[in-house]
């Protein structure tokens, strides 16, 4: 079984190192400082530094003090608290509205204006702090999927959202794997059929996962390989995304002010 094939990396830090980097290549997130990030997830080495890269994060870091808190786990970098976020786990299923409240309030309410009002609405109707409610409830490209940006804003959405994809083919640096895009039919977002595409597995000799399989499940963030997850993750991973483009959806039909926080 593929759950057994393959141990997973179980240090925290060094599992955000991971899901971080690709963004913050990108210039979206975190501190500029992405070559470490790098370095950090590929070598394996966990130290102060990694530790305070992460807390440079001020999307994610509020959220993993939030399940970490409410979890009773003392460190926001421990390896469910990281794990819940990026993937989804148990942990945000015993998270009480109220506590998620009072967090989205604090990080983004002074922010928001008037779409407060939307992001207040969210949290009773079922919001957990996993990372598909940061992008689908957070960023600004929901409200965008309307208007005259042509493709670009359901790209960002999709790219930017955690996926799992199967392993196809392995070539150098380079793997195809098999996933579900982001479809967007001028109403509803929605999974499409299997595609395949070609994702990143290292730079400059540096890397997250060697030796992958076909038929290995691995999560994409952007266009980079970040981990290779066990069949319980992959049905976490799609269990959290369906339960927020739902929610999504259901903004969609009774659009508010748009959202515009990063």
């Known amino acids: 079984m593929q759950d057994e094939a393959k141990p997973q990396p179980r240090s925290g830090p060094l599992l955000f190192a991971r899901y971080a980097y690709p963004p913050n290549a990108r210039g979206y997130c975190g501190p500029a400082d992405s070559r470490s990030l790098l370095e950090y997830g590929s070598s394996g080495v966990v130290d102060g530094g990694l530790a305070e890269l992460a807390q440079g994060f001020s999307g994610a870091w509020p959220y993993l003090q939030l399940i970490a808190a409410a979890s009773g786990i003392p460190d926001p970098l421990d390896f469910r608290v990281v794990e819940a976020y990026w993937i989804g786990n148990s942990l945000l299923d015993t998270i009480d509205v109220t506590s998620l409240g009072h967090a989205l309030r ?17 949290i009773p109707a079922g919001a957990r702090p996993h990372h598909s409610f940061h992008v689908f409830g957070i960023y600004p490209w929901v409200g965008m999927l309307r208007g005259e940006h042509g493709d670009h804003p359901l790209e960002v959405l999709d790219r930017c959202r955690i996926r799992s994809g199967q392993v196809v083919s392995v ?10 895009p982001l479809l967007f039919d001028g109403f509803k977002l929605h999974l499409g059929p299997d595609m395949e595409e070609t994702a990143v597995t290292g730079l400059d000799g ?4 060697t030796d992958l399989q076909p038929g290995e499940w691995v999560a994409l963030h952007w266009d980079w390989v970040c981990d290779r997850i066990t069949d319980r993750q992959h049905r ?13 959806n259901e903004h969609l039909a009774h659009p508010g002010p748009q959202i515009a926080m990063s």
């Open 171 to 180: 070539h150098g640096d380079q793997v195809v794997v098999r996933s579900r």
């Open 236 to 248: 976490n991973l799609g269990r959290y995304t369906h339960h927020h483009v739902d929610m999504t």
């Open 106 to 122: 604090d990080r983004f309410g002074p922010r928001s204006g008037s779409s407060w009002s939307y992001l207040a609405e969210t």
């Open 206 to 209: 540096y890397g997250f996962v």
